[in-house]
């Protein structure tokens, strides 16, 4: 054998860079499920299904274009398997198949990277990492953009992107629309109506493939969190790209203006559920981005809501993906605030008395999938507020969501939700009290917290935690422009000692009671 070419479960795409000059007969692909895939982390049985189940198919495609597969399969019993991680599978392999060369593209976790890179050290087999142009951009682009910037700026890099692929620009280079960020219009509640019609979600149906895995799933990982009776996301290329339309058909319009809107029993509302997808890389961003621009071309979408899809993609996933790779390892040990909780036991049960948390928790429980003002201002608030190791947060995370792949995940939750990283992602905490909570949704109307007391058994934990927060670190906070106004209400607050005593002896007992 001349290369065997590792395809790994986050990298299903068939242009991918590792099989660009793939020679049937003398190269192989090389394809493994291993447990600790599944257990590094307490994964979610959905996610674990879902990962399975594509990288299944995907190898079966390989096999019907004529592609040599070596795979693979998690059993019903780990003593059955050749080995619980990459390296010890790999070298079994390498070993019978005698490669000349290990071939992968650039992997999404700098942990799989690592051992991988380690392994193929231990074996004194040359290893070819190419770079991922499932990207827009590359690694090496964005070290060369954030090279001597004393602050990283999304939205910098964001209009060079668009100047770089010509999106929704004028003939002159200006932003269609005459501005490059629509997001003032974007941040619209529902109440006091009811959402617009939804349109129902679209349903891929398990085929046989599928429920073989889920079989598997629930014999195995019986007691992982997480339900599988909502298995109905796309596993192939094709059933991915009919989401894609159905996306840009059916919810973008409504989409921009009510993204960050939040509605009781409502999962999904207008948010396209396409980043699994693209994390395993069954669906090309190119393809969501050139969809959205024809659909506002056509008339079939305003432009706040495309724009502000476009953003997500060609704007924050790409420059997440540079943050995480620029500062890696290091960025996964940051803490700026010193917090050291572990999450509390309903982020795994979803057995709490917030009503905007078990709401959001039954969405994860059964989709492994809450949108992301659910993940930053529900979860990652509260495990903020409260003070939960910003690694364990996304950790949790990890788990948690059908769609986290390590180089999204950790500068999401750890830099972006939970300040951990001091500014590298975010320009300020996103700190907020239950009255946020309350704009934006119908949640609080049927809790029995009140938003807005901070003092008192039914006071909103999310309110009192809001004050302990800003007091506990008032000397890290002080400094932070965009921070002003809270803390100038801080000072209003501390001008009455009792009650931010008060506060202080509240929020202590819900980390006792909550923090572990």
Request: with cysteine.
């Amino acid at each position: 054998m001349r290369n065997l070419i590792l395809v790994l479960g986050d990298q299903l795409n068939h242009d991918s860079a590792a099989l660009a000059d793939l020679d049937p007969s003398r190269d192989a692909v090389w394809m493994a499920e291993v447990a600790e895939e599944a257990t590094h982390v307490w994964c979610h049985k959905l996610r674990i299904a879902f990962f399975l189940s594509a990288m299944r198919h995907f190898r079966d495609e390989l096999r019907e274009r004529g592609i040599p597969v070596h795979y693979q399969e998690l059993t019903h019993s780990a003593v059955e398997d050749r080995g619980r991680d990459f390296a010890t599978v790999l070298s079994h392999d390498v070993a019978a198949l005698g490669p000349e060369k290990l071939i992968l593209v650039t992997p999404g976790d700098y942990r799989v990277r690592k051992a991988l890179q380690q392994q193929a050290d231990e074996l004194n087999i040359p290893v070819e990492i190419r770079p991922d142009r499932h990207f827009f951009s590359g690694i090496d682009d964005f070290r060369e953009f954030s090279a001597g910037r004393k602050k990283l700026v999304m939205e910098t890099f964001y209009r060079q992107m668009r100047r770089k692929h010509g999106v929704l620009l004028e003939r002159d280079g200006n932003p269609v629309g005459g501005k490059w960020n629509f997001d003032q219009d974007n941040r619209l509640p529902f109440s006091p109506n009811k959402p617009p019609a939804i349109p129902p979600m679209p349903v891929f149906h398990p085929d046989s493939t599928t429920r073989k895995i889920l079989k598997l799933v629930e014999h195995r990982f019986s007691d992982h969190p997480g339900q599988l009776d909502r298995m109905d996301l796309p596993v192939t290329h094709l059933q991915a790209r009919a989401m894609l339309d159905d996306f840009v058909r059916s919810r973008l319009p409504h989409f921009g203006s009510y993204e960050d809107a939040m509605w009781a029993d409502q999962p999904f509302l207008y948010h396209s559920r396409l980043s699994a997808l693209l994390n395993v890389k069954l669906l090309n961003p190119r393809d969501c981005v050139s969809t959205a621009v024809t659909a506002y071309e056509e008339g079939q979408a305003p432009l706040n809501s495309v724009e502000g899809f476009i953003r997500q993609i060609l704007g924050w996933r790409e420059y997440i993906r540079g943050v995480y790779w620029v500062n890696m390892p290091e960025y996964s040990d940051l803490n700026y605030f010193g917090h050291e909780l572990k999450a509390p036991a309903f982020f795994w049960d979803g057995a709490s008395d917030l009503e905007c948390i078990r709401q959001t928790m039954q969405h994860v429980l059964r989709y492994g999938y809450s949108h992301h003002i659910h993940r930053l201002m529900v979860m990652g608030l509260f495990a903020l507020l409260l003070g939960v190791h910003p690694r364990r947060f996304h950790e949790w995370h990890m788990a948690m969501y059908v769609d986290a792949v390590d180089w999204v995940s950790l500068p999401n939750t750890l830099g972006m939700s939970q300040y951990g990283d001091g500014g590298i992602v975010g320009s300020k905490p996103y700190c907020a009290s239950g009255n946020y909570i309350n704009r934006m949704s119908n949640f609080c109307k049927n809790c029995r917290y009140d938003y807005g007391a901070s003092i008192g058994e039914k006071a909103c934990p999310f309110t009192t935690l809001y004050w302990d927060f800003l007091d506990r670190h008032y000397d890290r906070l002080k400094t932070n422009p965009r921070l002003g106004p809270q803390l100038l209400n801080l000072e209003r607050k501390r001008q009455s000692k009792r009650e931010l005593d008060a506060i202080g002896k509240r929020a202590a007992e819900l980390r006792r009671k909550w923090g572990g």
